[in-house]
């Protein structure tokens, strides 16, 4: 015997002039979250750009690829740094923005950025190289943990989303 290619409703069909009631949420399914609490962040939430619609972003993006094949192509450290300068940049405002608006949790990546400076800063000082290592662990954790507890407040509680 074969299968039905229909589930088969419990409830009887309609008489065509009654009205069909409403379905039912399902018994175990949790009530809906406000907009605040979900866990899945909608496209259309996304924060807008401070400089409105121009897509500055997107064009230092493909400023810093276009000098990072440039200084690649011709063996060009400057250019190459310059190009993951550019690039990183972008990366950075993009992902500042949409963490401090709460549309998505970004604190491991700013924390590492956070620590990834400090280390520079301590090589260009001069520092012994526990002490740059140590110091650029350090900003990072604290970092991480200071940023997960700024996005928290601005959701709501929400650790992480998605």
Do not use: C, Y
């Not at 229909?6 to 399914?29: D, I, M």
């Not at 063996?75 to 990183?88: E, M, P, Y």
């Not at 950025?113 to 350090?138: D, E, H, S």
Request: a positive charge; hydrophobic letters at 50%.
């Amino acid at each position: 015997m074969g299968r039905r290619s229909r589930k088969r409703s419990l409830t009887p069909p309609a008489a065509p002039g009654e009205p069909r009631p409403a379905p039912a949420a399902p018994a175990g399914a949790p009530p809906a979250a406000p907009a605040t609490l979900r866990r899945r962040a909608r496209s259309a939430d996304r924060p807008p750009a401070p400089w409105g619609s121009f897509p500055l972003g997107e064009l230092t993006t493909l400023a810093g690829i276009v000098v990072l094949v440039v200084g690649f192509a011709g063996s060009n450290a400057r250019l190459l740094a310059v190009g993951f300068g550019l690039v990183g940049l972008s990366a950075t405002e993009l992902a500042a923005r949409e963490h401090f608006a709460g549309f998505r949790s970004h604190s491991a990546l700013l924390g590492l950025i956070l620590g990834f400076v400090a280390g520079v800063i301590l090589v260009v000082a001069g520092a012994p190289r526990t002490a740059q290592i140590g110091v650029a662990a350090a900003v990072f954790v604290a970092g991480f943990v200071l940023l997960r507890r700024a996005f928290q407040r601005r959701t709501g509680g929400l650790g992480f989303r998605a």
